[in-house]
């Protein structure tokens, strides 16, 4: 009785995977690989583009180099770098296509007097150069620097921008925009940095050379703790049929909400 | 009767099927942990990883040392028992052995309550109230530090102390305590010379039980410590054991060497709370032994 069970359960395991291995191939998918930055931001457009047209999107979060790499090499469809394209990778017949601008706002507590900062500035405050906030020209009191923890986009970027990589001395590490701003907003001596379109009535943005950051001046250029997302393709390689769909569809007016719900500024 | 029988043989199948889940699903996190924390404290090496000081995952060199959060760990679990116990204890000797059936009904209430709010409620008004005024009653410049961390842990083992340890006190024969009235000691001495030393396990088994709490704890302490991960100092903020593991799961990706460590440090965290585990049954041995 037994032994005939399991006879039966193995000839049924059996039938299954020969069934399994048959299936049909996928559906055609689209890859992307490259920034760690843009989960975010193509993770949403993935799940709105697969229930839209069931295309799945997959995404590897490598590092933008290693996406254009990817890309040049034929082992993705799409190309995701969270910089400008380099000339020289502009020679090897890659296209970058800006997808959105990552806007990252410095925050501070409303009654903070200091209004203004420049780059070099904010640079020299999260390596611990300036530590008091009367060297800025503000209150004698010790500047509390607020980040977030490694591996989060916004560290990534800001960290990028002001080229303090791994020399930033904070004094928080926090895990989320409303945790930085949060923080920000009880402490009159914080700085913290947050993603511009999160930004509440609670925290002061700076100014950084004296333009705010505003999603117009994001765009322009002219606000300058900002980075775009790169879509990267090569020049001479058609995509595919449903790669290119995806391409049209995240570059196109209805992903803009989608875009600017994560948080960043829609390019298109 | 031969139906009877059978069914009894059913339904006791189901229970040792439902009690094997729970066993299982130990086993299952065990092995898991073994199998995941492992691959990366082989390539970081034992004594790096363990004694190492710096801890920087996603750097251009990373350096993968857990010896702050070790120690940040200890030490806040540490001071809340130092708080925590004292307060705990001796409220629990008032409720079981002092106070008026009102007044015990009343504060146990209260305690329940509080043994059932939630860890983000803790870490929300620590956050708030608690930090903001570190800040300024020891005029430094932020208030997210290991004493904050201490004192919302301690607040947080409150109720699990004052609990077992009423339980313990209680239970204590109300014979030993007559005697002991009957000689001429006074209510107060009779408490602490007579009723407590007999409790005394079960007081201990409440510690460790608090210890075990702090130690796992997490989203409270993730909300108050700052985390940043340095070398533990009462007033600079630190990361435990917990929060390491919390804060950066989210963005490291699956297979790094970032991911596994962070396995692994959950595999340390889960070897102090065994350890916790084997004291406390030894402390409940006692207990039923006596």
Same mark, same amino acid.
């Given at each position: ?268 | ?68 959060? #070790? *120690?940040?760990? &200890? ?9 925590? @116990? %004292? /307060?705990?204890?001796?409220? !629990? ?63 947080? #083992? *409150?109720?699990? &102390? ?9 239970? @204590? %024969? /109300?014979?030993?305590?007559? !005697? ?85 440090? !959950? ?24």
């Amino acid at each position: 009785m037994m032994k005939k069970f399991i006879r039966l359960l193995t000839v049924m395991l059996l039938l299954l995977s020969v069934l399994g291995g048959c299936k049909p191939k996928e559906k055609a998918s689209v890859s992307t690989d490259g920034s760690t930055s843009m989960s975010k931001v193509i993770g949403a457009l993935g799940e709105a583009f697969e229930l839209e047209t069931g295309t799945t999107v997959t995404y590897n979060a490598t590092g933008s180099g290693a996406g254009i790499a990817a890309v040049l090499e034929g082992r993705c469809d799409i190309g995701l770098a969270s910089r400008n394209l380099k000339d020289e990778e502009v020679e090897k017949g890659l296209v970058g296509t800006v997808l959105a601008y990552d806007g990252i706002a410095i925050i501070v507590h409303p009654e903070n007097p200091i209004n203004d900062l420049d780059l070099e500035t904010i640079a020299k405050i999260y390596t611990g150069e300036i530590t008091n906030w009367s060297e800025v020209g503000g209150n004698d009191a010790t500047i509390v620097l607020i980040g977030r923890e490694a591996g989060s986009g916004t560290r990534d970027g800001f960290e990028d921008i002001t080229k303090t990589k791994d020399k930033c001395t904070y004094r928080q590490e926090l895990t989320s925009t409303g945790d930085v701003i949060t923080t920000v907003a009880s402490n009159p001596d914080a700085i913290g940095y947050a993603s511009v379109a999160s930004i509440k009535d609670t925290v002061k943005a700076l100014t950084v050379g004296g333009v705010a950051a505003t999603e117009d001046n994001i765009k322009n250029g002219s606000y300058v703790v900002q980075r775009p997302f790169v879509l990267v393709t090569k020049k001479d390689v058609t995509l595919s049929d449903s790669a290119q769909k995806f391409f049209d569809y995240i570059t196109s007016e209805k992903a803009r909400e989608i875009i600017s719900s994560t948080g960043v500024v829609p390019a298109n | 009767m031969r139906k009877n029988k059978i069914f009894e043989d059913i339904v006791h199948g189901i229970f040792l099927i439902l009690g094997l889940i729970t066993v299982g699903c130990v086993l299952l996190i065990t092995v898991y942990l073994i199998i995941s924390g492992l691959p990366a404290i082989r390539e970081i090496g034992l004594i790096n990883f363990l004694f190492g000081k710096e801890w920087a995952s996603t750097a251009a060199e990373p350096k993968f040392g857990i010896l702050p959060f #070790i *120690l940040s760990s &200890i030490y806040g679990t540490a001071g809340a028992i130092v708080i925590g @116990v %004292p /307060i705990g204890f001796f409220t !629990a000797v008032y409720l079981s052995k002092v106070a008026s059936k009102k007044v015990r009904t009343t504060l146990e209430t209260a305690i329940n309550l509080l043994a059932g709010i939630p860890s983000v409620v803790y870490g929300l008004v620590g956050m708030i109230i608690l930090v903001p005024a570190i800040r300024h009653i020891f005029k430094v410049p932020d208030g997210s530090s290991l004493l904050a961390a201490i004192i919302v842990l301690s607040i947080m #083992i *409150l109720p699990n &102390i004052i609990k077992v340890s009423i339980t313990a006190l209680d239970a @204590v %024969p /109300i014979e030993y305590e007559d !005697a002991s009235l009957a000689l001429g000691a006074t209510p107060i001495e009779t408490y602490f010379r007579v009723s407590v030393p007999a409790a005394k396990s079960g007081i201990a088994a409440a510690v460790v039980l608090g210890v075990g709490r702090a130690i796992g704890e997490a989203m409270a302490v993730m909300m108050v410590a700052g985390n940043v991960a340095n070398m533990p100092s009462l007033f600079q903020s630190v990361r435990f054991l917990t929060t390491a593991v919390s804060s950066e799961m989210a963005y490291s990706s699956p297979g790094s060497l970032q991911r596994n460590a962070l396995f692994s440090i !959950a595999l340390v965290l889960y070897m102090f709370i065994m350890l916790i585990n084997v004291v406390l049954n030894f402390f409940l041995k006692r207990e039923k032994e006596k």
